[in-house]
């Protein structure tokens, strides 16, 4: 049986997920073992390529304390994984080390290595095995443990590919060590001969003692998974059913339409109707009130908030108080955040003071329970420079002569002789995994309790994270609630209570449409004199708003828009100032672009004009339209 790591086990393995699985389908393998270092990042990523090329994945943990090996865990089923990814959860968040011997888990099986036994062979559970190396086949047959048939097992860990990747994985070893390669202890890395091997290689090695390898047969085929991309695996309800969930949705949109719009405003409850039929047909409706539950609480705290994000698009969101965003003031289609077209989940940008995001995000976890909870990860990887200083520090080189390096490149004439060995290595390195850190603000509220999916690792912050990142996330269904930091929120609250105690006078920053009808506030705008004005204030900005003579409200968002250096390289900046100064100096190459497209002179600034050139142009719904619009904007291929 071959246990693979790939380059999640981190400063360890050498391949990616894609790499393992190409290789076991080179080499006709009908299963796969997955067992990362202390590490579950790519069980799910894993499973997608398994099931790709037609190999069945099966799922473990290679758990080691203080770099020492001490057992292999392998889930029979999904609650094996919850069961192995527990014992890494409990031992991050509560700082303690793993175990000698594994708890209790009747859906797993546990391997320990040959040479590290923590009890008495007569003493293992009946879901306890020896894993036995085919180095070890002659020390195990001088051994009392070649009497227990039914307890050992072929065992064969894979780190690397070939002998470049041995090297490369000294060098992950010495780089995690922080030592050079010269100094490596032969317990410090792996044995050389993980590597992968061909099936013909285990008959003949394990020829004298087959029950090995039938005995790591019978596991294998006692182990089944199936993982499922659904948006089930979140939250399903905010009360107690999905009915119940949108008759308090209705309530809380319609009462908020009418504090929004007033009681007789048509186009905003047809918008409004038309919005929840979809949040309903698509069961989006305790992703809304969730949000909802989140503001309400900072609310309550008397924190200031922003909801933005293609999450303004939805008259709901801004009936609910989640956005101060209108979307019928500023024609901002809903397809653009939830459609039937759409496979991805919606999310929310929801931005907080520096000094309250923790406190909310505290309450998330304790409103929603800490099983269920947990902030997405993000993976920092080996780049550019970092990479030739690491390598440069364990080839033993002086700071002098790795700063020459960087400076002269690979070209470079008259560097040391180990610097073309860093830039090979280095180019293998691009873009490895070297830690998990926290991501901006990402957080997952799961149904089932989230080690279902991932492993828990706390950080300083007294958060715990997932051991995947966004985009694996978003690739299996999760939603995902940014909770986002903004310091500008906390200048505009201090100003706020600046204003208070000095002109005893009580502003409130949510009466967004007082603002924009302020004159004193149209004319600074129109001057260009912004200087602490969070996002205007910038002296491109600044020249911006002056070139416009902006002073609506509408102008200062396409200012916002079009100085962005996509739209700004593009020339689309230079033609919008030209046709603002002059309206008439220009042609509309479609009666649709006037129609649509008039407030930004015919220029398409933002993506939602995409989706109604493609709409009212070419006659394509606007779920399709949106579809067009992920395509284009190159986030994702």
């Known amino acids: 049986m071959m246990f693979m790591r790939t380059y999640f086990s981190l400063l360890f393995g050498t391949m990616s997920p894609e790499d393992v699985v190409n290789k076991a389908k080179e080499l006709n393998l009908s299963s796969l073992v997955l067992t990362d270092i202390n590490s579950a990042s790519v069980m ?5 390529y398994c099931r790709a090329a037609g190999i069945k994945m099966i799922f473990g943990i290679e758990y080691r304390k203080e770099g020492r090996h001490i057992y292999t865990g392998i889930a029979k089923n999904q609650e094996g994984v919850y069961q192995l990814n527990k014992i890494l959860t409990e031992s991050s968040l509560k700082n303690m080390p793993i175990p000698d011997v594994p708890p209790k888990c009747p859906d797993c099986f546990f391997v320990y290595p040959f040479e590290n036994i923590p009890k008495k ?18 020390r195990f047959l001088t051994s009392p443990l070649r009497r227990l048939s039914k307890k050992t097992i072929a065992f064969h860990p894979v780190a690397f590919k070939d002998d470049e990747g041995y090297l490369l994985h000294k060098l992950l ?8 390669v010269k100094k490596l202890e032969p317990g410090d890395t792996a044995k050389r001969s993980e590597v992968f091997r061909d099936k013909h290689f285990f008959k003949e090695c394990f020829a004298t003692v087959p029950h090995l390898l039938s005995n790591a047969q019978a596991m294998m085929d006692a182990c ?3 993982f499922e991309k659904t948006l089930s695996h979140n939250r399903l309800y905010f009360s107690e059913s999905k009915a119940d969930d949108m008759r308090l949705l209705e309530k809380l949109s319609r009462n908020g339409c009418i504090r929004r719009y007033g009681s007789y405003n048509r186009a905003a409850a047809k918008r409004m109707e038309k919005e929840l039929k979809m949040i309903d047909n698509m069961d989006f409706a305790s992703y809304f009130l969730i949000t909802w539950d989140i503001i309400r609480y900072a609310k309550s705290q008397g924190y200031h908030h922003v909801g933005r994000g293609s999450g303004a698009n939805s008259i709901v969101a801004y009936c609910l108080g989640i956005s101060d965003v209108d979307p019928l003031e500023l024609d901002l289609y809903f397809e653009r955040f939830i459609n039937p077209h759409r496979k991805s989940p919606p999310d929310f940008d929801i931005d907080f003071s520096w000094d309250e995001r923790d406190d909310v995000t505290d309450y998330i976890f304790k409103r929603y329970g800490r099983e269920h909870t947990a902030l997405l990860a993000t993976y920092s990887t080996f780049k550019g420079r970092s990479i030739v200083r690491e390598l440069g520090k364990v080839f033993g080189l002086p700071k002098e002569e790795i700063d020459n390096i960087i400076h002269k490149g690979p070209e470079g004439e ?6 073309k060995y860093i830039f090979k290595f280095g180019a293998l390195m691009e873009g490895f995994p070297r830690h998990l850190s926290i991501h901006a603000g990402g957080v997952l509220i799961s149904e089932k309790p989230i080690n279902y999916h991932t492993p828990l690792k706390m950080m300083p912050k007294g958060f715990p994270i997932t051991h995947f990142d966004m985009h694996v996330a978003e690739d299996w269904g999760f939603h995902k609630y940014d909770v986002l930091s903004q310091r500008g929120l906390g200048h505009i609250k201090d100003a706020v209570s600046l204003i208070r105690e000095n002109r005893d006078i009580n502003v409130d920053v949510h009466e967004v449409a007082k603002i924009k009808k302020d004159e004193k506030v149209r004319l600074q705008l129109k001057s260009g004199k912004c200087m602490g004005c969070f996002y205007i204030e910038s002296p491109a900005m600044r020249g911006l708003l002056s070139k416009l003579e902006c002073e609506k409200y509408e102008a200062l968002v396409a200012a916002s828009s079009i100085i962005r250096p996509g739209v ?8 919008y100032i030209k046709r603002s100064r002059n309206p008439n100096a220009f042609d509309y190459p479609h009666e649709t672009f006037r129609e649509h497209l008039g407030e930004t002179y015919g220029v398409m600034v933002y993506q939602e004009d995409v989706m109604k050139i493609c709409h009212h142009f070419a006659g394509l719904g606007l779920g399709e339209s949106d579809v067009l619009r992920r395509v284009m904007n190159g986030k994702k291929h």
């Open 173 to 180: 070893r010495a780089i995690d060590l922080n030592t050079t």
């Open 568 to 575: 700004a390289q593009s020339g689309m900046m230079r033609e």
């Open 414 to 419: 008259g560097l040391h002789d180990y610097a």
């Open 121 to 138: 062979p007569e003493d293992l559970n009946a879901n306890e095995f020896i894993g036995v190396r085919a180095t070890q086949i002659n």
């Open 44 to 48: 799910l990523e894993t499973y997608d």
């Open 224 to 226: 089944s998974l199936h």
